[in-house]
Nanobody, 115 residues
Framework: QVQLVESGGGLVQPGGSLRLSCAAS????????MGWYRQAPGSQRELVAT???????NYGDSVKGRFTISRVNNKNTVYLHMNSLKPEDTSVYYC?????????WGQGTQVTVSS
């Protein structure tokens, strides 16, 4: 059974930083492409960042230069380092895995950027 468990969300002031974690189980993590997406109320889910099995990364335009995705294969974990946070980054952040052509999602973690 594949499970993705996100953590690290919370309330942060504008300009602050957070690190999200996604712990995966039930998959061969090193062979799995991982990603972070987000969805705000009334909006479609959008790409934040992805990382391939080889470590290549891709970012949504709105987060380039501020967010960094990374993975630690021996911990089965993918991270999203978020800096210079803005109120418009407020959203539920979801971890995604693509494994054996199937797409799996975590339950999401809330990030709120507000003073």
């Amino acid at each position: 059974q594949v499970q993705l468990v996100e953590s690290g969300g919370g309330l942060v002031q504008p300009g602050g930083s957070l690190r999200l974690s996604c712990a995966a189980s039930g998959i061969i993590f090193s062979g799995t492409a991982m990603g972070w997406y987000r969805q705000a109320p009334g909006s479609q889910r959008e790409l934040v960042a992805t990382i391939t099995t080889g470590g290549s990364t891709n970012y949504g335009d709105s987060v380039k230069g501020r967010f960094t995705i990374s993975r630690v294969n021996n911990k089965n974990t993918v991270y999203l380092h978020m800096n210079s946070l803005k109120p418009e980054d407020t959203s539920v952040y979801y971890c995604r895995a693509i494994y054996l052509s199937y797409v799996y999602w975590g339950q999401g973690t809330q990030v709120t950027v507000s003073s």
